[in-house]
């Protein structure tokens, strides 16, 4: 799924490169939800444009399954973090968010 595993097998444990490239996803889909909330649209940090994004999404052979596996991992992660705190709407909150995260982007890959 990331090309930086490619040659790796088993369960990553402990993979800078891996860790920032979700804590990344993890930043832009929290900013996502801010931005839905303030001015009902996503747009991307400064510093990185869709087109950057949708350029090296292409660039690796991401796929749909590919959004849809990460969305899934990230709601059980944050799901395991927040322990009795979670609820549903919790849940359906980050997963707009990061819908309309993954939309944009798609949108930047030229689907």
Request: hydrophobic letters at 45%; charged letters at 25%.
């Amino acid at each position: 799924m990331f090309s930086f595993l490619k040659n790796f097998d088993g369960i990553p444990h402990n993979n800078s490169t891996l860790e920032a490239h979700a804590e990344l996803i993890f930043e832009m889909t929290r900013d996502s939800a801010v931005q839905l909330r303030q001015k009902g649209k996503v747009d991307v940090a400064d510093d990185v444009t869709l087109e950057y994004l949708g350029s090296v999404h292409v660039q690796k052979g991401v796929i749909d399954l590919h959004f849809k596996v990460f969305k899934e991992a990230m709601l059980s992660t944050i799901k395991k973090a927040v322990e009795e705190k979670w609820s549903e709407e919790l849940g359906c909150a980050w997963a707009i968010a990061y819908d309309e995260l993954a939309a944009a982007i798609k949108k930047a890959m030229g689907w």
